[in-house]
């Protein structure tokens, strides 16, 4: 253990503090609409941890399974019941080193203005289970499907 990466990651005001250790299972891209709305940007980068490689302190506010700072409305990493999803942009280092995307969600709903990225797979919708190629066997327990509310 003595040997992980630690990432540090906090909200704008500094209120909320956290920390992941060692290489993430995975990170993505999703243009969905409610990642949209959330970041108000035009996608949201993250990466996906097991939840007991992460830890936090600070108090958070949580809507729809997603989580923000009350003092700076910042995004916050959503814990599930197995993994934790970190937006890669509460991450303290800019930019980061070795969280490339290797998936992008809802693609329909990406701006005409980006591009797909080259090595990324490509998903209609979620993320789907049958996706096994990289050896990720992980059951979808996580906080990352997207399914739009409505
Ligand atoms: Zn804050
Ligand atoms: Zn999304």
Redesign the pocket.
């Known amino acids: 253990m003595s040997n992980d990466i630690i990432r540090s990651g906090s909200c704008l005001c500094g209120g909320v503090q956290f920390r992941v250790t060692g290489e993430p299972l995975r990170v993505g891209l999703?243009?969905?609409?409610?990642?949209?709305k959330t970041s108000g940007s035009a996608?949201?980068a993250f990466a996906i941890w097991q939840r007991q490689a992460f830890e936090s302190e600070g108090i958070t506010n949580t809507y729809a399974e997603r989580s923000f700072c009350p003092t700076c409305g910042s995004r916050l990493p959503s814990v599930g019941e197995d993994e934790v999803e970190v937006m890669i942009g509460s991450l303290d280092v800019a930019p980061t080193e070795g969280l490339e995307p290797s998936y992008e969600?809802?693609v329909g709903r990406r701006e005409h203005w980006l591009h797909p990225l080259p090595e990324a797979r490509q998903f209609e919708h979620?993320r789907t289970v049958d996706d096994s190629a990289t050896g990720d066997g992980e059951p979808e327990a996580g906080p990352e499907p997207?399914p739009?509310s409505a």
């Open positions: 999703c243009h969905c609409k409610d990642c949209r996608y949201q969600l809802w979620d997207h739009e």
